[in-house]
């Protein structure tokens, strides 16, 4: 069974310090890692798809990285707008199609 | 663009009775999955349909149930609802699977049960 593990469950950063957020899996044949960004009261926001060990994503302040067993999500100078829910998930062979199995997420509070 | 659009936002029922949730996927995106999730929780996978055809079922027991219609909409239904089924139920839509499309949620139906 696919699992996911995300941590710290909580941050709170200064704006400007920045941090890494870290995804821990463990998947039969990985299909794909994804991160969403997801906001109180509405629905996930997809941010970056990861397939393969040593692959790495960027998006303004955000760049994701992936090995074989983890990926992080580095957040550079944040802002008070990146504060949000971020959630890993992770498709597996054995999954398949669009069954994502994602992780409880890290609530991310940045401050002024 | 529109993107995916859940109806109702909110909804209150009582225990036992039954639940219709509705999704209306991006254009042109074939594939819709649906999700719950519970507060403080990653969203859970439910079903999968492409084609209208099911393709994919998660650990749910089998008073939940869903179709896709010819214009790629879809349904998810819910008989004989328990307090546990309160959450809030996701829809996803993608051109195909999500290997190679990334799926797109909607902001969801929140549903309350008393």
């Known amino acids: 069974e696919d699992q996911v593990t995300q941590s710290p469950e909580a941050l709170r950063l200064q704006e400007g310090e920045s941090s890494s957020l870290n995804c821990s899996y463990t998947?039969?044949?990985?299909?794909?890692l994804f991160w969403y960004r997801q906001d109180p009261g509405k629905g996930p926001e997809f941010l970056f798809t990861?397939?393969?060990a040593g692959e790495e994503k960027e998006k303004e302040r955000l760049k994701a990285t992936l090995t074989k067993k983890e990926s992080f999500l580095h957040i550079t100078a944040p802002k008070p707008e990146d504060s949000a829910t971020y959630l890993c998930a992770v498709v597996g062979i054995t999954g398949g199609g669009n069954k994502l199995t994602f992780g409880t997420g890290t609530q991310l509070k940045v401050e002024l | 663009d529109a993107g995916v659009t859940q109806s109702p936002t909110h909804l209150i029922k009582t225990r036992g009775q039954h639940v219709t949730l509705r999704c209306s996927p991006i254009?042109?995106?074939?594939?819709v999955s649906w999700y719950q999730q519970v507060l403080g929780q990653g969203p859970q996978f439910i079903f999968q349909y492409y084609e209208k055809e099911e393709r994919g079922r998660g650990n749910f027991p089998d008073r939940f149930s869903a179709r896709q219609f010819p214009n790629y909409s879809s349904e998810l239904n819910v008989n004989a609802l328990l307090l546990g089924d309160s959450a809030l139920y996701l829809c996803a839509s993608s051109l195909e699977g999500a290997r190679n499309s990334p799926l797109h949620f909607g902001n969801g139906t929140r549903l309350t049960v008393t």
């Open positions: 990861l397939y393969s």
């Open positions: 998947v039969s044949g990985l299909r794909g």
């Open positions: 254009s042109g995106h074939k594939s």
